[in-house]
């Protein structure tokens, strides 16, 4: 087998396990010694077949994101970027997650499915701190989260 079939060999395994971007996988191929035109045939090649998808993979993860309560908004971005997905990939996805999801619905969702028994209305500063300060790292604006916690709109 020549190079070039094991570094088509290698990011087969590679996405076989999870959607990478392109930069994720062109790093992981760099790790196994696989660089410059060799790399970007793999590349061309898996992008041709379908396998490899910037766009697909960045919409993927970050509805997967929300849905589970890892992220929403900041964080999403500040992920999608770290995975390495182009600027114009991570602003559309996000369009595209604010536009189907309501903000207000999935904080009600992660606080039900969280934390059943907090109550905004009785519970102390320090539990209301606690679930707010959960919140923000996922992602959440503060305005909305001093609006839900302290009125429950």
Known sequence: MDRAQQAFAAALRIL????????????????REYHGELQDGVVIRLKGLGYLDDRRSARLWAESA???????????????????????IVAEVLAGIAAGNDERELVRDILARKFPSFDPLTSSDRERLRVMGYLQRRGFSAGLLFRILRYDE
């Open 16 to 31: 076989s396990r999870r959607d990478h971007s392109e930069a994720e996988l062109r790093r992981k191929l760099a790790d």
């Open 66 to 88: 929300v849905r589970n309560g890892r992220g929403f908004g900041p964080k999403l971005r500040m992920e999608l970027t770290r995975r390495g997905f182009p600027s114009e």
